[in-house]
Nanobody, 124 residues
Framework: QVQLAESGGGLVQPGVSLRLSCAAS????????MGWFRQAPGKEREFVAA????????YSEDSMKGRFTISRDNAKNTLFLQMNSLKPEDTAVYYC?????????????????WGQGTQVTVSS
């Protein structure tokens, strides 16, 4: 089993930056890739970005490229999501997820492990 714990969410004003973290523990050697998803009230879970753990190759949702950047610290088993120029429509619960194999990183059901989520609210 892999345990994931997100942190770094909060209430921010439009235009500011925020960095989310996700600490992985347990059988972390089984992680092939990790990703970030988000879910706003009344909407489906949405892919944000993913990163392959071995070489750091990243995959991002086109609409968020340039504002959101995924990265990882292998030594600390920690995943990050740097979010810049935040907009009210970025308001959602952000989830960290891990998967044990390759495949379509954009689909949430391929991920075996999930964190509890962290709320990000962008409002003036």
């Amino acid at each position: 089993q892999v345990q994931l714990a997100e942190s770094g969410g909060g209430l921010v004003q439009p235009g500011v930056s925020l960095r989310l973290s996700c600490a992985a523990s347990g059988r972390t050697f089984s992680i092939y890739a990790m990703g970030w998803f988000r879910q706003a009230p009344g909407k489906e879970r949405e892919f944000v970005a993913a990163i392959r753990w071995s070489d750091g190759r990243t995959y991002s949702e086109d609409s968020m490229k340039g504002r959101f950047t995924i990265s990882r610290d292998n030594a600390k088993n920690t995943l990050f999501l740097q979010m810049n120029s935040l907009k009210p429509e970025d308001t959602a619960v952000y989830y960290c997820a891990a998967r044990r194999d390759s495949g379509n990183y954009y689909l949430w059901h391929g991920y075996s492990y999930w964190g509890q989520g962290t709320q990000v609210t962008v409002s003036s």
